[in-house]
């Protein structure tokens, strides 16, 4: 008994650390199985939940007061703050926008212009707002196939000068309460001083498209993309939701975009100048996520066509220096993403890209 019983007590200990070893390595597999599960469930969440969180405004803001005058129906609006970019006196950018003072080749014509009315858009100009009724969009106030353009315009305007200037070939026209200045052409020009420093002018006749109101959806949608953007001092939001067919007729041999086409509700821009560039973001805002992961990807891969087309000097041989230049610029500088049901296009503008071709310049071709 006593030589068996160490013997046996020693085959328990044995036995009983044995059947528990497996048991603390299970449990230990478990624990870090659990913990892999939960960071990558973490991570799949995160990811998921940005893939379907909207994307955010490129330079979200409050909209200019501006623009509450505008008729809120027009399916595209765009905005200048002329006053901000002026600020950028001395940099080429200015320069390019025609705000670095008068030039002393501009045209006749204008300089006739700015002599007869006091008004030089460089000088006098503070903001614009614009409201488009594209020529396949039915406008208020307008015959069919007829766009429409509204514009409210901020500044200093010299009302005597601007009145007589419209007198000599135009009218004054009584309105309900109100009157405004009728002005032949082609286009003919429509206007009215809603205060000392403000205007508003058409080429409808008459103002009475001021008046027209969008219904209550329409208005909540333009003004939800207006904010993604208004924080901008030049910026653009249009629906593309109500085009009509025969805009999509350019695409009837190649079903795929045209279907992209049709999935894309609403556009906006916004330029944010920078010293001498100017950073753009476009987005477009589709149907469902399935056509902006589409899109993003067919913009994507026609970026790198058109760069790899324009690498053979044979495609470069078909349009001048600049042309190519600018071509090759934008297939590589710009930036397509996705997230939700939106695609965002981001490009840096430089004034190089904006010069137009000087003769030196030229392709000699």
């Given at each position: 008994m006593r030589g068996g019983g160490p013997a046996h007590y020693t085959g328990s200990r044995v036995q009983k650390h044995s059947s528990l070893m497996p048991t603390s390595a299970t449990k230990r597999a478990l624990i870090a199985i659990a913990v892999v599960v939960c960071v990558a469930a973490a991570g799949a969440g995160i990811y998921l939940y940005r893939l379907h969180r909207p994307l955010a405004g490129s330079s979200a803001g409050t909209a200019p007061d501006i623009l509450s005058q505008l008729p809120a129906g027009a399916p595209a609006i765009a905005y200048i703050?002329?006053?901000?970019?002026?600020?950028?006196?001395?940099?080429?950018?200015?320069?390019?926008?025609?705000?670095?003072?008068?030039?002393?080749?501009?045209?006749?014509?204008?300089?006739?212009?700015?002599?007869?009315?006091?008004?030089?858009?460089?000088?006098?100009l503070d903001k614009v707002a614009v409201a488009i009724w594209?020529?396949?969009?039915?406008?208020?106030?307008?015959?069919p196939g007829e766009s429409r353009i509204m514009a409210i315009a901020d500044g200093r305007f010299d009302r005597d000068k601007i009145k007589a200037y419209a007198l000599r070939s135009g009218e004054v026209v009584t309105q309900g309460a109100g009157s405004?200045?009728?002005?032949?052409?082609?286009?003919?020009?429509?206007?009215?001083?809603?205060?000392?420093?403000?205007?508003v002018l058409t080429?409808?006749?008459?103002?009475?498209?001021?008046?027209?109101?969008?219904?209550?959806?329409?208005?909540?949608?333009?003004?939800?993309?207006?904010?993604?953007?208004?924080?901008?001092?030049?910026?653009?939001?249009?629906?593309?939701?109500?085009?009509?067919?025969?805009?999509?007729?350019?695409?009837?041999?190649?079903?795929?975009?045209?279907?992209?086409?049709?999935?894309?509700?609403?556009?906006?821009?916004?330029?944010?100048?920078?010293?001498?560039?100017i950073h753009v973001?476009?987005?477009?805002?589709?149907?469902?996520?399935?056509?902006?992961?589409?899109?993003?990807?067919?913009?994507?891969?026609?970026?790198?066509?058109g760069s790899m087309a324009l690498s053979d000097p044979k495609t470069r041989g078909q349009m001048t220096k600049q042309q190519a230049a600018l071509l090759m610029a934008l297939a590589s500088r710009v930036k397509v993403t996705n997230q939700n049901k939106?695609?965002?296009?981001?490009?840096?503008?430089?004034?190089?890209?904006?010069?137009?071709?000087?003769?030196?310049?030229?392709?000699p071709r």
């Open positions: 703050d002329v006053a901000a970019l002026r600020k950028l006196q001395g940099s080429q950018l200015a320069a390019m926008l025609g705000l670095a003072g008068a030039d002393p080749h501009e045209e006749r014509e204008y300089a006739d212009f700015v002599r007869d009315t006091g008004f030089d858009y460089a000088r006098d594209p020529t396949s969009v039915p406008a208020p106030s307008g015959a405004f200045y009728e002005v032949p052409g082609n286009p003919p020009v429509s206007f009215a001083f809603l205060s000392p420093t403000r205007i080429n409808a006749k008459g103002l009475s498209i001021l008046t027209t109101m969008p219904g209550a959806s329409e208005q909540n949608a333009m003004r939800e993309r207006i904010e993604r953007v208004a924080g901008a001092p030049i910026f653009a939001v249009a629906r593309t939701d109500t085009l009509p067919n025969s805009f999509y007729a350019n695409f009837r041999n190649a079903p795929q975009f045209e279907n992209l086409a049709r999935s894309v509700q609403g556009l906006t821009l916004a330029g944010q100048p920078d010293g001498d560039e973001a476009v987005d477009a805002e589709c149907d469902s996520m399935k056509n902006a992961l589409e899109l993003s990807t067919l913009l994507d891969g026609l970026r790198m066509f939106w695609v965002r296009l981001t490009l840096d503008i430089t004034p190089d890209m904006l010069a137009p071709a000087s003769p030196a310049h030229a392709d």
